[in-house]
């Protein structure tokens, strides 16, 4: 069976041709010195350079949170949730130096000083001494990465798709950590 080709088309969106900007192009094309922010950053790339160094803030802080549980967790089931409160403090460690990195290519400065993380981090610290309420805090922390994350990428939009993608990797890895927190609440 042949289609019928002679049957009316759907109303569409009036046509228009893809093509690049050309002034853009050559706006890129002056300012070398600015490396990967070229022109078409408009005037968002400010704004994605504070969420990335909130999001920096925050990355450092569970760096912390993590690496205290693993040297103080203690009880019958510690030795495993320990090594995996490691786990996540490496990776969370790994999330922060892309995070740095972009707000270099961005030609922003991570903001890595210690006397503010805590005002710029959407999740707090912990110093529970208790196995489940170190999972409890976690857990916590992670969601309200998830949420964060989430929020940070709507608001990027393609804005920043290379920004986007990163953050949207990241928040698969946060996903990740809420689940296996989850699932060691009550042993």
């Known amino acids: 069976m042949t289609a019928d080709v002679s049957s009316p088309r759907k109303a569409t969106a009036p046509y228009t041709p893809?093509?690049?900007d050309q002034g853009a192009i050559d706006a890129a094309g002056k300012s070398v010195d600015e490396?990967?922010?070229t022109p078409s950053y408009g005037p968002?790339?400010?704004d994605v350079v504070k969420?990335?160094?909130d999001a920096l803030a925050t990355e450092l802080v569970c760096v912390?949170?993590?690496k205290r549980h693993y040297f103080t967790a203690n009880g019958v089931e510690s030795p495993k949730i320990a090594e995996e409160f490691l786990v996540h403090?490496?990776?969370e460690s790994g999330h922060a130096d892309r995070i740095a990195e972009r707000i270099v290519q961005l030609g922003g400065q991570p903001d890595f000083a210690p006397n503010h993380l805590l005002d710029r981090s959407h999740a707090g610290?912990?110093?529970s001494t208790d196995l489940q309420a170190m999972v409890r805090a976690n857990l916590v922390a992670e969601r309200i990465a998830v949420e964060s994350y989430r929020q940070m990428i709507a608001l990027i939009g393609d804005k920043d798709p290379t920004t986007r993608r990163m953050l949207e990797d990241i928040l698969s890895d946060e996903e990740e950590h809420a689940d296996e927190l989850k699932d060691w609440l009550g042993h």
Do not use: I, K, S, T
């Open 125 to 127: 610290y912990d110093e």
């Open 51 to 53: 969420l990335l160094n």
């Open 89 to 91: 403090a490496n990776e």
């Open 35 to 37: 490396g990967a922010d």
């Open 44 to 46: 968002w790339r400010d």
């Open 18 to 20: 893809m093509v690049l």
């Open 64 to 66: 912390l949170r993590y």
